[in-house]
Nanobody, 116 residues
Framework: QVSLVESGGGLVQTGGSLRLSCSAS????????MGWYRQAPGKQRELVAD???????RYTDSVKGRFTISRDNAKNTVYLQMNNLKPEDTAVYYC??????????WGQGTQVTVSS
């Protein structure tokens, strides 16, 4: 059984910052890709950023220059540093991990609310 536990969400004003964390525990062998998705009310879940096992990041255009994804392989943890937050960043953020046999796992989600 594998579980992903997220933390770091909350309420922040426009221009503020938050740092999300997500740690994996349980019977997980080797994690290849880690990432963050988000889902706003009435919208589809979308990729925010992901990072390969080699540390190569990828971002959706709307967060480039504002968000930074990083990982700590020893801790099976992925982070998302979010700066200069905007109201349109308001969503539930989900972390996801894919292991070496292509099994995908999801966190429970953490709410990020940016007030204008």
């Amino acid at each position: 059984q594998v579980s992903l536990v997220e933390s770091g969400g909350g309420l922040v004003q426009t221009g503020g910052s938050l740092r999300l964390s997500c740690s994996a525990s349980g019977n997980i062998f080797k994690i290849d890709q880690m990432g963050w998705y988000r889902q706003a009310p009435g919208k589809q879940r979308e990729l925010v950023a992901d990072i390969t096992s080699a540390g190569t990041p990828r971002y959706t255009d709307s967060v480039k220059g504002r968000f930074t994804i990083s990982r700590d392989n020893a801790k099976n943890t992925v982070y998302l540093q979010m700066n200069n937050l905007k109201p349109e960043d308001t969503a539930v953020y989900y972390c996801t991990m894919i292991d070496s046999v292509r099994e995908r796992y999801w966190g429970q989600g953490t709410q990020v609310t940016v007030s204008s």
